[in-house]
């Protein structure tokens, strides 16, 4: 079984940066996808970004320019750097993670809150 362990939530004004940081333990194979998921009160939980083990890339329209998510596949680490946040980047955010991109999301951490102060 899969765990991930979510870090680096916090409160920041807008026009900050903050960076989230999630490791995988307790995998016997690679994880190819990992990613991004954020739930704000109220609405549906979205794809932020996805990653997969050979650096593919791809990202919710609207963070493109603003988040940059990488990887390090020697620790299964994920990270989302989160530049020029805005009020509505306001959410839980969830890491999430994969066997196999095709079946991207399988796995979940418990969450870490973001919040942007206008």
């Known amino acids: 079984q899969v765990q991930l362990v979510e870090s680096g939530g916090g409160l920041v004004q807008a026009g900050g940066s903050l960076r989230l940081s999630c490791a995988a333990s307790?995998?016997?194979?690679?994880?190819?996808?990992m990613g991004w998921y954020r739930q704000a009160p109220g609405k549906q939980r979205e794809l932020v970004a996805r990653?997969?083990?050979?650096?593919?890339?791809n990202y919710a329209d609207s963070v493109k320019g603003r988040f940059t998510i990488s990887r390090d596949n020697a620790k299964d680490t994920v990270y989302l750097q989160m530049n020029s946040l805005k009020p509505e980047d306001t959410a839980v955010y969830y890491c999430?993670?994969?066997?196999?991109?095709?079946?991207?999301?399988?796995?979940w951490g418990q969450g870490t809150q973001v919040t942007v102060s206008s």
């Open positions: 999430a993670a994969a066997y196999q991109v095709i079946l991207f999301p399988v796995y």
């Open positions: 307790g995998s016997r194979f690679s994880i190819n996808a």
């Open positions: 990653i997969t083990s050979g650096g593919s890339t």
